[in-house]
């Protein structure tokens, strides 16, 4: 009522104030929300300074980069940087591994999330069920670090737990796995597996959970056993979450886990053959090297390929589903 | 017939899971049971989950050592505290005007956020521009300030949570009576959001503990570590106890031999326990963080 009389009474005022400002209406649309637009200001700033003065700056891959010069003022080189960088063993070698590293983790990791996941959902127990699903997360809680760490407890040579404890059951000599890039394909995939599969099987867990249990209870009359159950129902209502987690997987399959493949094989020298990526190339390229030249080509090289995978993965999304696309 | 055959089911699906929360746990279990084993037992018979002599050695050495722990952990509290508000506060106030369906210019600030989470220019030009235009080299700033957004994904999360959970009518009704945009989003739109202020918050929290990889670039001076980077030079070099130690008490580690072995492992228990410890607690917002991150923003 106070809110009606008081707009009454407000009304010839305003009416006068608009006939002023009318001349301007843009001017007075901002100053409605002005507010609104200072709100905004620490978020645009920040994202322009950390994010897209970078963007800009992938030109230094295009220069010869001199900091006495400027980065500036540096010299244009064209493609010389790129010419240097695919000319080294090291380009293929680090294309091969990201790649190749991030389609065994796609693959293995989907099956033995959903795996879980359905087993999860079967568990009648929801006290035991909710203590397995907050058991299987705390690989993913911890950091690569500390991953590095327990890595290193199992497999060191003198002193690792599978040197001394569980190889010599077998009868098989001890060994040196920090020297032997042969095993690293291996050993990071388990790596990635447990540190990993906790996420992604609460994703399914949820997408699980979200089935109607009419689909079940039908199916149960009908006399579907649970593996029935289980492939015709629950694998293709979750379907359609396992696209999207997979293809926001495959947009990213130019880029990997940096502290995988630097903090687990302990920055070893002796594995880069088989622990060297993208990430790691760049890194050590630039910081250990100083060599701006190839760790910018190289950067820009994996900024363009994986803009274009993503743009790729989503439109495929968008194709089938329009909803499920991420834009 | 048929309740036997669900308990065998049943029974089959815990041993399956107790298998698996072994494999879980079991490495940590190494790390505790190393970290108090005896040096001399460790170079005997090696990483043990029962070692023949049990031993304190590791915890009394970092104890006598314990400046740089305390220094590395009060630096990780205070770059994640100031990080997560910091953070928190920047991504609430961008997200608001873009969830208001009045708000001019909308689409284009949507796709200034978005755009940043399908191209970026990667670690060089990120770096030569902290370092040399701002000058982030060995300062804290350095560990806050890249990780402050975390590449815009929480800010459209949080856009669509204010669209979908905040009725727009209460916002029109309180600015009817008079609130001004300010009060009606620190007086009403903050607090009806504190359960997506709150997950997101947690992740940001657990970003900055766990977060090494800004500290391993731009940190070099060892006293500005963090507890992650202090872990991480600690892992790829052992005797960098060694060096840091003997600086301190030069005269007494010299003669007593340093069990580097079981005090690594003791660093790493020192580092994760206090994690393991808390999340029990926040483990249900952990979840609910983990699966709103997947869903799209």
Redesign the interface.
Same mark, same amino acid.
């Given at each position: 009522m106070a809110?009606t009389a008081s707009?009454a009474t407000a009304k010839p005022a305003e009416q006068q104030t608009e006939v002023r400002r009318a001349q301007n209406p843009v001017l007075k649309?901002l100053k409605r929300?002005a507010?609104?637009?200072i709100?905004?200001i620490?978020?645009?700033i920040?994202?322009f300074?950390?994010?897209?003065?970078?963007?800009?700056?992938?030109i230094?891959?295009f220069k010869d980069v001199n900091?006495a010069k400027g @980065?500036l003022a540096s010299d244009w080189i064209g493609f010389k940087n790129f010419e240097y960088l695919f000319k080294t063993e090291d380009a293929w070698i680090i294309t091969r591994n990201t790649l190749l590293y991030n389609i065994s983790f796609i693959i293995l990791n989907l099956i033995i999330a959903v795996g879980?996941a359905i $087993?999860?959902n079967?568990?009648?127990k929801k006290v035991?069920a909710r203590?397995?699903?907050? @058991?299987?997360?705390?690989?993913y809680?911890?950091?690569?670090?500390?991953v590095?760490?327990?890595?290193?407890?199992?497999l060191?040579g003198?002193?690792?737990?599978i040197?001394?404890?569980i190889l010599p059951l077998f009868g098989i000599d001890p060994i040196s796995w920090y020297s032997e890039p042969k095993y690293w394909p291996v050993i990071l995939v388990i790596v990635n597996v447990?540190k990993n599969v906790?996420?992604l099987c609460?994703?399914y867990l949820?997408a699980i959970i979200g089935i109607d249990p009419e689909y079940y209870e039908a199916a149960t009359i009908d006399g579907a056993g649970?593996w029935r159950q289980i492939t015709q129902i629950t694998i293709p209502l979750i379907a359609p979450v396992i696209t999207?987690?997979t293809l926001l997987q495959i947009g990213r399959i130019f880029y990997s886990d940096?502290?995988l493949f630097y903090?687990v094989p302990?920055?070893t020298g002796e594995l880069l053959s088989t622990t060297n990526v993208v990430?790691t190339y760049?890194?050590r390229a630039?910081?250990n090297l100083g060599d701006?030249g190839m760790?910018?080509a190289a950067?820009?090289y994996?900024?363009v390929v994986?803009?274009v995978l993503?743009?790729l993965s989503n439109y495929i999304v968008s194709k089938r589903n329009r909803d499920n696309a991420?834009? | 017939m048929v309740n036997t055959k669900d308990k065998i089911?049943?029974a089959a699906?815990?041993v399956?899971?107790i298998a698996?929360?072994l494999?879980?746990?079991m490495?940590?279990v $190494? $790390?505790l049971t190393?970290s108090f084993t005896s040096e001399a037992s460790?170079?005997k018979?090696?990483?043990?989950?029962v070692p023949s002599e049990w031993s304190l050695d590791a915890y009394k050495f970092l104890w006598s050592d314990a400046e740089n722990i305390t220094r590395s952990y009060g630096i990780t509290i205070f770059v994640t505290l100031i990080g997560t508000f910091v953070g928190l506060? @920047?991504?609430a106030?961008?997200s608001?005007?873009?969830s208001?369906s009045d708000?001019?210019m909308k689409k284009q600030?949507a796709f200034?956020?978005?755009f940043?989470m399908?191209?970026?220019?990667?670690?060089?030009?990120?770096? @030569?521009?902290y370092t040399?235009?701002?000058d982030m080299k060995n300062s804290l700033l350095a560990l806050i300030?890249?990780g402050?957004?975390t590449?815009?994904f929480f800010?459209l999360i949080m856009r669509t949570f204010f669209q979908n959970s905040i009725p727009h009518a209460i916002i029109e009704s309180a600015s009817?009576?008079g609130a001004?945009?300010?009060k009606i989003?620190f007086k009403m739109i903050l607090p009806l959001s504190l359960p997506i202020l709150a997950t997101i918050g947690l992740m940001q929290t657990?970003g900055y503990?766990?977060?090494?990889?800004n500290g391993l670039?731009y940190i070099t001076d060892s006293k500005l570590f963090s507890l992650?980077n202090l872990?991480?030079r600690i $892992?790829?070099n052992a005797q960098f106890i060694q060096n840091n130690a003997s600086t301190l008490n030069a005269g007494e580690v010299a003669n007593a031999q340093i069990p580097l072995?079981t005090v690594?492992?003791a660093m790493?228990v020192i580092?994760?326990v206090p994690?393991?410890c808390a999340?029990?607690f926040f483990?249900k917002y952990?979840?609910k963080g983990?699966?709103i991150g997947?869903v799209?923003g």
């Amino acid at each position: 009522m106070a809110t009606t009389a008081s707009t009454a009474t407000a009304k010839p005022a305003e009416q006068q104030t608009e006939v002023r400002r009318a001349q301007n209406p843009v001017l007075k649309r901002l100053k409605r929300y002005a507010p609104l637009f200072i709100m905004i200001i620490p978020g645009v700033i920040y994202l322009f300074i950390n994010n897209y003065l970078p963007m800009l700056g992938l030109i230094i891959a295009f220069k010869d980069v001199n900091f006495a010069k400027g @980065i500036l003022a540096s010299d244009w080189i064209g493609f010389k940087n790129f010419e240097y960088l695919f000319k080294t063993e090291d380009a293929w070698i680090i294309t091969r591994n990201t790649l190749l590293y991030n389609i065994s983790f796609i693959i293995l990791n989907l099956i033995i999330a959903v795996g879980i996941a359905i $087993l999860l959902n079967e568990v009648k127990k929801k006290v035991a069920a909710r203590f397995y699903q907050s @058991i299987v997360l705390i690989p993913y809680l911890i950091s690569m670090v500390i991953v590095g760490y327990l890595v290193l407890a199992m497999l060191s040579g003198e002193t690792g737990f599978i040197n001394k404890q569980i190889l010599p059951l077998f009868g098989i000599d001890p060994i040196s796995w920090y020297s032997e890039p042969k095993y690293w394909p291996v050993i990071l995939v388990i790596v990635n597996v447990w540190k990993n599969v906790g996420y992604l099987c609460i994703i399914y867990l949820a997408a699980i959970i979200g089935i109607d249990p009419e689909y079940y209870e039908a199916a149960t009359i009908d006399g579907a056993g649970k593996w029935r159950q289980i492939t015709q129902i629950t694998i293709p209502l979750i379907a359609p979450v396992i696209t999207i987690m997979t293809l926001l997987q495959i947009g990213r399959i130019f880029y990997s886990d940096f502290g995988l493949f630097y903090q687990v094989p302990l920055n070893t020298g002796e594995l880069l053959s088989t622990t060297n990526v993208v990430d790691t190339y760049v890194y050590r390229a630039l910081i250990n090297l100083g060599d701006i030249g190839m760790s910018s080509a190289a950067g820009l090289y994996q900024s363009v390929v994986g803009f274009v995978l993503v743009l790729l993965s989503n439109y495929i999304v968008s194709k089938r589903n329009r909803d499920n696309a991420l834009f | 017939m048929v309740n036997t055959k669900d308990k065998i089911f049943q029974a089959a699906i815990h041993v399956f899971f107790i298998a698996v929360v072994l494999m879980c746990l079991m490495p940590f279990v $190494l $790390l505790l049971t190393t970290s108090f084993t005896s040096e001399a037992s460790i170079v005997k018979e090696g990483y043990s989950l029962v070692p023949s002599e049990w031993s304190l050695d590791a915890y009394k050495f970092l104890w006598s050592d314990a400046e740089n722990i305390t220094r590395s952990y009060g630096i990780t509290i205070f770059v994640t505290l100031i990080g997560t508000f910091v953070g928190l506060s @920047i991504s609430a106030l961008l997200s608001y005007p873009m969830s208001r369906s009045d708000m001019p210019m909308k689409k284009q600030l949507a796709f200034y956020v978005f755009f940043t989470m399908l191209f970026n220019g990667g670690l060089v030009p990120t770096y @030569i521009i902290y370092t040399q235009v701002f000058d982030m080299k060995n300062s804290l700033l350095a560990l806050i300030i890249p990780g402050l957004l975390t590449n815009g994904f929480f800010v459209l999360i949080m856009r669509t949570f204010f669209q979908n959970s905040i009725p727009h009518a209460i916002i029109e009704s309180a600015s009817i009576d008079g609130a001004g945009e300010f009060k009606i989003f620190f007086k009403m739109i903050l607090p009806l959001s504190l359960p997506i202020l709150a997950t997101i918050g947690l992740m940001q929290t657990i970003g900055y503990w766990n977060d090494w990889f800004n500290g391993l670039i731009y940190i070099t001076d060892s006293k500005l570590f963090s507890l992650q980077n202090l872990l991480n030079r600690i $892992l790829l070099n052992a005797q960098f106890i060694q060096n840091n130690a003997s600086t301190l008490n030069a005269g007494e580690v010299a003669n007593a031999q340093i069990p580097l072995e079981t005090v690594r492992m003791a660093m790493a228990v020192i580092g994760v326990v206090p994690l393991l410890c808390a999340y029990p607690f926040f483990q249900k917002y952990f979840v609910k963080g983990l699966v709103i991150g997947a869903v799209k923003g």
